[in-house]
């Protein structure tokens, strides 16, 4: 996934750090798009119009991305691959001979199996690290492990409490360069993603060109929204969100975010500095 992961665990059993990267192993060897020979990257390869069959963790990360598209309106697109190639990041960069609009349309889900109705390409960074700390979580609750905090890549799951009876306290990275209010939450059964322009990106001259590919426009987001924070039941789901609420920006964004009774910040960089968002759900919680 091009990124670290640790975990805190109250009384680990034996084989807990195997048992870990066993998980991990499984979900990049379907949804890396750097690894020549997943999952994904064939079914990316696989003539237009042919089914392919999927494995059951891959198939509910598409399903749940191809929801997500319909309720943002196309922000989270699990099937923008080509665009992110295109702008250089993704594994092979490539010229786009036409760009296709709404991508998540040429995705055609039946049963266990799915096809592209068009050459487009998956493409899960915005969702598969959220699924890897729900599916680390489901591994240890199988372990008998009640109190730890997973991280994955700044996603966050905490579960039960530490030695000190304390929750999980959680203090969400202020974006470089900008002044805001130290969010800090307390992770217990709770999930927590942060989507940020600070992280992935690269600059043209003096343009910064964001990793987050708007698909309406087929290009980087427009400058200004520097970071999302989501909370959620689902680190999958705080992840998908945090990235289409970062794509649609403050007002469509957290007007939705609103709307779903989410937990949000999000943090826009202004000529002053910084202006925070947040969502009445997650200042209920701050309360």
């Known amino acids: 996934m091009g990124t670290s992961w640790s975990a805190q665990i109250v009384d680990p059993p034996a084989g807990c750090a195997a048992a870990i990267e066993a ?9 890396s798009n750097w690894e020549a020979d997943s999952v994904i990257s064939r079914f990316n390869r696989r003539a237009v119009g042919d089914w392919m069959p999927l494995p059951g963790e891959m198939l509910t990360v598409l399903r749940a ?32 001979s036409a760009a296709i609009p709404a991508p998540w349309t040429q995705i055609e889900v039946e049963g266990e199996r799915a096809r592209r109705l068009a050459d487009v390409a998956l493409d899960f960074s915005g969702i598969a690290k959220g699924f890897a700390v729900d599916a680390v979580a489901a591994e240890l609750r199988a372990l008998g492990v009640a109190n730890f905090l997973i991280e994955i890549g700044g996603e966050l799951r905490g579960e039960g ?16 360069g900008l002044i805001v209010p130290t969010l800090r939450v307390a992770l217990s059964g709770l999930s927590i993603a942060t989507s940020g322009d600070y992280r992935r990106y690269r600059m043209e001259g003096e343009q910064r060109l964001s990793h987050s590919i708007d698909p309406l426009t087929g ?3 427009a ?7 989501v909370l959620h039941d689902s680190a999958m789901l705080a992840d998908a969100w945090a990235t289409a609420i970062t794509v649609m920006g403050p007002d469509r964004g957290m007007k939705l975010a609103t709307r779903h009774g989410l937990a949000a910040r999000l943090v826009l960089r202004t000529a002053a500095g910084a202006q ?12």
Do not use: N
């Open 23 to 31: 998980v991990l192993a499984r979900i990049i060897d379907q949804m």
């Open 161 to 176: 409490v530490k030695p000190d009876i304390q929750p999980w306290w959680v203090d969400v990275e202020a974006p470089p």
């Open 223 to 229: 400058a200004g929204v520097a970071s999302v924070t």
């Open 65 to 96: 991305g191809l929801d997500m598209a319909r309720l943002s309106h196309g922000a989270f697109d699990p099937a923008v691959g080509r665009l992110v190639d295109h702008w250089g990041f993704g594994p092979a960069p490539r010229p786009l």
């Open 219 to 221: 290009a980087p987001i």
């Open 276 to 287: 925070e968002y947040m969502t009445p759900a997650l200042a209920v919680m701050l309360e």
